[in-house]
């Protein structure tokens, strides 16, 4: 099973680091609100929510309206205007660096979350955030070695081992990304994230029972969380429990019309059980939202043909008449008349030597 980084994963990962960004941030930094991240900032009792950030040419004002709007380039330049008014501000960095990974300019980003970190080496979550720009580019071990840090620097807080073990996930070390992923459970009981993370491990370890527990614990934590339905339905297909991964792939689908995994693997639950016209109307429905995916379409083509009728019997070609002497009859005709003709030649002779 391979679990990368796809687009909808790295909106996923974009909303994390803008909500640690604005977590973090000075006093009135923390009352960002970004629609990407679908989340708000709340505000930190940390030593970095006390640090005082001028705002006096109202920058800051606008690159938060400006990032409500989802306008990240001119956010950056908001938000660099702030910066040369507090050079010293690590938050500002990490907000700026933030708005870049939204932008995915990577070296940017990299090169403010690094800048943060040297401002304020205390804070774990600087290197959470620029381990996530890593991962995002594949470079696991880099991502792998910050959140170690994240971990070294604050061994209580769960988001380190959850980011480590979801790098092993990716990386497909599933046995050493459950101890990470259990601990950060531990921390932090009511993670969504973190059950659903350690279902992914137990799917890759091929461990069902186990994931649908991890899943059940992920919905109940956050019970739209499309994601954890559809992976419960399949260790519960892996498990042939059909009807319950049915349930589970149809609530994915009430929670996300669009979600073109849970169409496609509703479809192919059907087929396993023989239902080919429901089968048929999911994979058409997944084709929809992605046209062209050659597997649905090779599976669509299967189920297609089980709905079709059965071909007419051929009609069988007309039976020549028998001849009128079958060849067995002319074996014996020949046969006789060679004997006949013997006895002719031999009377015949006969009857000359005696006339002689």
């Known amino acids: 099973m391979s679990i990368g980084v796809c687009p909808r994963d790295l909106r996923f990962e974009v909303a994390k680091v803008l909500q640690r960004a604005l977590a973090a941030g000075g006093l009135m930094i923390c009352l960002f609100v970004l629609s990407l991240a679908g989340v708000q900032a709340k505000e930190n009792k940390t030593k970095e929510n006390k640090d005082r950030i001028s705002d006096k040419g109202g920058h800051i004002k606008t690159a938060q309206e400006l990032l409500k709007e989802q306008k990240y380039p001119e956010a950056v330049d908001e938000l660099t205007k702030a910066i040369a008014e ?3 501000a690590a938050a500002l960095y990490d907000n700026r660096a933030a708005a ?3 932008l995915q300019k990577f070296p940017e980003a990299t090169a403010d979350y690094s800048k943060a970190i040297e401002l304020k080496p205390d804070q774990p979550h600087f290197y959470c955030n620029r381990g996530t720009v890593y991962r995002a580019q594949q470079d696991f071990e880099k991502a792998l070695g910050d959140f170690s840090k994240a971990i070294e620097v604050a061994p209580n807080d769960p988001q380190g081992y959850f980011e480590r073990g979801q790098t092993y996930v990716m990386e497909k070390q599933y046995r050493e990304a459950l101890p990470d992923l259990s601990k950060a459970v531990e921390l932090k009981p009511d993670s969504a994230s973190a059950h659903r993370q350690r279902g992914f ?3 890759g370890l091929s461990d069902w029972n186990a994931a649908i527990t991890d899943f059940s614990n992920a919905i109940q934590a956050d ?3 499309g994601r954890a339905y559809e992976r419960r339905a399949l260790a519960e297909r892996s498990l042939h429990k059909f009807d319950e991964a049915l349930a589970d792939y149809t609530k994915a689908i009430e929670i996300d019309p669009q979600d073109f995994e849970a ?5 192919y639950t059907y087929s396993l059980m023989g239902k080919w016209q429901p089968a048929a109307a999911d994979f058409k429905a997944a084709l929809a939202i992605k ?3 050659p597997d649905t379409m090779s599976r669509l083509q299967y189920v297609q043909q089980k709905l079709a009728p059965p071909p007419p019997p051929a009609t069988p070609a007309p039976t020549p008449p028998p001849p009128m002497v079958s060849a067995t009859g002319w074996i014996a005709i020949g046969a006789g008349g060679g004997l006949l003709l013997l006895i002719i030649i031999a009377f015949v002779v006969r009857s000359k030597m005696r006339s002689d």
């Open 86 to 88: 507090n050079p010293k």
């Open 100 to 102: 870049y990974f939204a």
């Open 201 to 203: 491990a137990n799917i």
């Open 223 to 225: 019970p739209k969380d």
């Open 263 to 267: 169409l496609d693997k509703r479809g």
């Open 291 to 293: 046209p062209g995916q």
